[in-house]
């Protein structure tokens, strides 16, 4: 009866359970890589990144101004960012901005013209050729990502088009 007794018991949390982890599923694949599920900001100007709160901090690197970061946390004129390389470093809060800038990570990526018409995934791949970016060329986000893949920016020269996401950071 004790082996009955348990295989009830382990029967009566299943439901449970698997209501957690299908929940859990939901929201996961709902936020996962969504605008929604990160906070990101630029550099308004050239800035020194620290390994605390504090500049008595040990300072570790500069960030060059436009920079995009992803914002953790804000504690007291303090902000805990990820940069594009995935470290986890502050920066004084006054020193971002909202503006949305993205940095091509990809060895190169090409960006599309749309001349009109509908931005679908299709069309936009089927779009001729704006221009080139090479990694680590910073793009103005112009639209919110969508759900084709693509987002609009403008390059510092004033050119925009069209970007794959899954080839530039900070969206």
């Known amino acids: 009866m004790g082996a009955h007794s348990s295989h ?8 449970l359970s698997r209501v957690q982890g299908t929940a ?3 929201a996961l694949a709902l936020f996962a ?3 929604l599920a990160a906070d990101y900001r630029s550099a308004t100007e050239a800035a020194i990144l620290y390994d605390g709160p504090t500049t008595a901090s040990r300072p570790v690197l500069i960030l060059l101004a436009g920079t995009p970061v992803e914002l953790i946390v804000g504690q007291a004129g303090w902000s805990k960012i990820r940069i594009a390389e995935g470290k986890l470093l502050w920066i004084e809060s006054r020193r971002l901005s909202e503006r949305r800038n993205l940095i091509v990570t990809a060895a190169a990526t090409e960006i599309r013209a749309l001349p ?3 931005a679908t995934a299709t069309t936009i791949a089927a779009a001729p050729l704006a221009f080139r970016a090479e990694q680590g060329v910073l793009l103005e986000r112009l639209s919110d990502p969508a759900p084709s893949g693509w987002v609009k920016v403008r390059h510092r020269d004033g050119e925009t088009g069209f970007v794959r996401m899954q080839q530039v950071w900070g969206y």
């Open 24 to 26: 859990l599923g939901f």
């Open 33 to 35: 890589g969504s605008p």
């Open 116 to 118: 009109g018409g509908e």
């Open 8 to 15: 009830r018991s382990q029967e009566r949390r299943w439901p």
